[in-house]
Structure formats: structure tokens, C-alpha cells
């Protein structure tokens, strides 16, 4: 059980380029994650999917998108990079306890910079 | 506006010696109330986790209380350990079965010295 997994773990790019990053979680949980975090800053919400075929915006969505094809897998693209996408990004996936709480499951993050 | 502020921002402490971080919030309408801890270089795990019923929650060393009424949650952290050092984060839901309305604290960032 490997929980959730992200890949890559380290990316640089160049302003202009874009990328994809893999989410996998092997919890069969029904929503899905992106965050992102900057120095100082709590986890913003990028998008988010309550199961598989939908996704929805959440706090910082612009210059992001996401798909979620497959129940374990959530992706995020970046179609063209710019140097205020510079972060640490944090997929999390949870399903709602009988309290209709969401404990939330992190990856290890991937640390993404553009120059 | 939905809002998390934890305080102090940073602490030093002293291994084996106990500690509090602060957590304050502005969410409504609650549902519940989280601490993560945060090693460097790693995603946040979850310590405790607390509904508005609960005021109190424990994980080994951890203990958290929350008053619903203030507004207000506590991490107390007991006989502190090298392994402790790392950010602590307060996660507050606002809403019920709401995934978007998740609000982090900016952390709370705890160093132990030996």
C-alpha cells in the first residue's frame, strides 16, 4: 500500500514550457487534490475532483489544468509556464468518514521551478 | 472571510522540554479542525483531527483541544523529541462534505536543539 505517490519528485523548466504531474493513490478514495505551497503561505487549493470524470476549481486555478481519466490517477498540466508557478506541489486525496470528515492522504510533494 | 492564523511563526525549544503552538480561526460554519505535522522536504500527515463536539483529541505526545466557542485550538507537544522538529499545520473545514472549503495555517515551524 504506497499511499500516494507523485512523479516527478524535481522539475525545472524554462518559461513557456509545459509539463504534466502524476497523481496516483492506491486508497480508493473519491476526491482528489492539488495544492500548492509557498514560502510563508498555507496550502492553496489549485483544483480538485470528487471522483473520477470531474474536476472543479479551486483558490488559485489559472494557468492549471487537471484531469481525472481513472479513479486513482489525478493530473495536473501547466501548458505554459511562467516563473510565478515556482512552488511545491501537493497532490491529497481522501474519502468523507461517517462524520463527513475528510482526513486528507499528502504525497511527498514535487518541487517544480521556472526560469 | 475564511481565515487560519497560527502563532508564534517559528520556536526553538529545548530537546525533552514541552511545548504549545496556537491556531485561530475565522471559518464558518465549522465542521472540523485539524493538526498536521510536516517533516522538510515532505508532505503533511495528519496528528488529530477534531469535530465541534470535541474539545479534546490525543496521538501519543500530541495533544490537541479545541474551543469551539473562541475559536480558538492548541497543539501541546510533551517531552519533546529531535524527531519533532518540522512545520505543524492547522487545517480547518468549513462547510460539511465540502472538499473546496479546506483552510491551511501558514504552519508553525518547531526546531529542537539538543
Known amino acids: 500500500n504506497a499511499g500516494v505517490t507523485q512523479t516527478p519528485k524535481f522539475r525545472v523548466l524554462k518559461t513557456g514550457q509545459s509539463m504534466t504531474l502524476l497523481c496516483a493513490q492506491d486508497?480508493?478514495?473519491?476526491?482528489m487534490y492539488w495544492y500548492r505551497q509557498d514560502p510563508g503561505m498555507g496550502l492553496r487549493l489549485i483544483h480538485y475532483?470528487?471522483?473520477?470524470?470531474?474536476?472543479a476549481k479551486g483558490e488559485v486555478p489559472d494557468g492549471y489544468n487537471v484531469s481525472r481519466l481513472k479513479k486513482q490517477n489525478f493530473l495536473l498540466g501547466l501548458e505554459s509556464a511562467a516563473p510565478s508557478q515556482t512552488s511545491v506541489y501537493f497532490c491529497a486525496s481522501s474519502s468523507p468518514t461517517r462524520d463527513r470528515v475528510h482526513e486528507q492522504y499528502f504525497g511527498p510533494g514535487t518541487r517544480l521551478t521556472v526560469t | 472571510k475564511n481565515q487560519v492564523e497560527q502563532s508564534p511563526q517559528s520556536l526553538i525549544i529545548l530537546e525533552g522540554k514541552n511545548c504549545t503552538l496556537q491556531c485561530n480561526y475565522t471559518v464558518s460554519p465549522f465542521s472540523n479542525l485539524r493538526w498536521y505535522k510536516q517533516d522538510t522536504g515532505r508532505g503533511p500527515v495528519s496528528l488529530t483531527i477534531m469535530t465541534f463536539s470535541e474539545n479534546t483529541k490525543s496521538n501519543g505526545r500530541y495533544t490537541a483541544t479545541l474551543d469551539a466557542d473562541t475559536k480558538q485550538s492548541s497543539l501541546h507537544i510533551t517531552a519533546s523529541q529531535l524527531s519533532d522538529s518540522a512545520s505543524y499545520i492547522c487545517v480547518v473545514s468549513a462547510g460539511y462534505s465540502s472538499a473546496s472549503k479546506i483552510i491551511f495555517g501558514s504552519g508553525t515551524r518547531l526546531s529542537i536543539r539538543p
Open positions: 475532483s470528487v471522483g473520477e470524470g470531474t474536476t
Open positions: 486508497m480508493n478514495h473519491e476526491y
